[in-house]
C-alpha cells in the first residue's frame, strides 16, 4: 500500500485514527507481526474490532509525520526490556529472584519456573517473570562470563 492512501492523526483523547478511502476508523493500532526479529518490518494498522485494515511491509516506506505517529503508538503498547546483564540469582532452584541489568536500568526479577525461560532462536530467549513483564536476552553469547553460568543453570 502506498503512504499515500491513508492518513493518521490522535483524536482528542490521544487515540489514533486512520482515515482512508472518504472513512474514518477510530481507535486504531499497530501490530508487529516479528516484534524481536525484524520490528520495523510487517506491521499491520488494526481496527478496534481488530481487523486489519493496512498492511505496512515495511516503516521505511511511511513519510517521516506517519512513521512518528506509528513508533509512538507502538512504543506506547510494547514494553519488553533486554536483558544486558544478569547480576545475580537468589538461588539455583526456583522459584528464584533475579538481579538484571537491562537498557532501562537495575531490576529484579522473579523466575518462578525453568519453563518461563522460552528460546525463540538459537542465540535469543524471552523470560517471563512472575509479575507478568516480558524480558528479552537478545544474544546468549553477547552476555558476560557471569550472566551466561547464571543463565545455564537453568537452561
Known amino acids: 500500500m502506498s503512504s499515500t492512501d ?12 486512520l482515515r482512508m478511502g472518504g472513512r474514518l476508523y477510530d481507535s486504531v493500532a499497530p501490530v508487529r507481526s516479528f516484534p524481536v526479529s525484524a520490528p520495523d518490518e510487517g506491521i499491520a494498522l488494526v481496527g478496534a474490532d481488530g481487523a486489519e485494515l493496512v498492511w505496512l511491509e515495511t516503516l521505511d516506506e511511511l513519510p517521516g509525520d506517519l512513521r512518528r505517529l506509528i513508533e509512538e503508538e507502538l ?4 514494553f519488553v526490556p533486554e536483558i544486558l546483564r ?18 532501562r536500568g537495575h531490576t529484579t526479577l522473579l523466575l518462578k519456573a525453568e519453563e518461563d525461560i522460552r528460546r525463540l532462536s538459537a542465540s ?20 558476560d562470563k557471569t550472566s551466561r553460568r547464571i543463565l545455564d543453570r537453568f537452561l
Open 6 to 17: 491513508f492518513s493518521l492523526d490522535r483524536d482528542p483523547f490521544g487515540r489514533l485514527r
Open 75 to 78: 512504543a506506547s503498547r510494547e
Open 86 to 103: 544478569i547480576r545475580q540469582a537468589s538461588s539455583f532452584a526456583t522459584p528464584s529472584r533475579w538481579q538484571v541489568e537491562t537498557e
Open 124 to 143: 535469543t530467549l524471552l523470560i517471563s517473570d512472575g509479575y507478568g513483564v516480558q524480558y528479552l536476552i537478545r544474544d546468549v553469547a553477547a552476555l
